[in-house]
T-cell receptor, first 117, second 118 residues
């Protein structure tokens, strides 16, 4: 079981470019969560997705940010026209289901560190 | 909305000693879960321990234990026999009872940087 795989681990972009971060959940997991960690801060929720559906995007900035989790392939977090303030570590986590019978532990990936020059 | 507060930005402890990290939270929910995650320099988020709010017994995982005070909304982490490998950022986190729109969403505190000194 390979766990949650994120790539790239490190990404450098110039202002105005696009950044694409990918997340493959654990095998059998159908729920994906994206979190952002700014320097010296905790993780902040961005978006919660299931296959082909965005369930909760209340933590996503209204502009330039989008996320998807297609039927086939990894979840993608896309940041258009990046600015220096987007520099952060972006973590993906996955879970088995919404866990009505109990809390599901989120399994986190190792994160993608975005640096905007 | 739920909030999680960790009032100790940094702490240090000598190897083999015991240290307690504090966490308080605010919620109107009655059914929820609390977690401590560890983030070492590798930045990987690692689950340390989990507590269900409906359980009165405090959770324990080897050298890690919690003091869960539901009425006070307090959830502290005690690390016994501290080891050098315990040096990390520790995050307290809150999860509502999973539901249709919240799933297993976590709300994190700002973290406490723990340094274990030899």
């Amino acid at each position: 079981n390979a766990g949650v795989m994120q790539n790239p681990r490190h990404l450098v972009r110039r202002r105005g470019q696009e950044a694409r971060l990918r997340c493959s959940p654990m095998k059998g997991h159908s729920h994906v969560y994206w979190y952002r960690q700014l320097p010296e801060e905790g993780l902040k929720f961005m978006v919660y997705l299931q296959k082909e559906n965005i369930i909760d995007e209340s933590g996503m900035p209204k502009e330039r940010f989008s996320a998807e989790f297609p039927k086939e392939g990894p979840s993608i977090l896309r940041i258009q026209q990046v600015v220096r303030g987007d520099s952060a570590a972006y973590f993906c986590a996955s879970s088995l289901d919404r866990g009505l019978l109990g809390a599901n532990v989120l399994t986190f990936g190792a994160g993608s560190r975005l640096t905007v020059l | 909305a739920q909030t999680v507060t960790q009032s100790q930005p940094e702490m240090s402890v000598q190897e083999a000693e015991t240290v307690t990290l504090s966490c308080t939270y605010d919620t109107s929910e009655n059914n929820y879960y609390l977690f401590w995650y560890k983030q070492p320099p590798s930045r990987q988020m690692i689950l340390v321990i989990r507590q269900e709010a409906y359980k009165q017994q405090n959770a324990t995982e080897n050298r890690f234990s919690v003091n869960f005070q539901k009425a006070a909304k307090s959830f502290s982490l005690k690390i016994s026999d501290s080891q050098l490998g315990d040096t990390a950022m520790y995050f307290c986190a809150f999860m509502r009872a999973p539901g249709e729109t919240s799933g297993s969403r976590l709300t994190f505190g700002e973290g406490t940087q723990l340094t274990v000194n030899p």
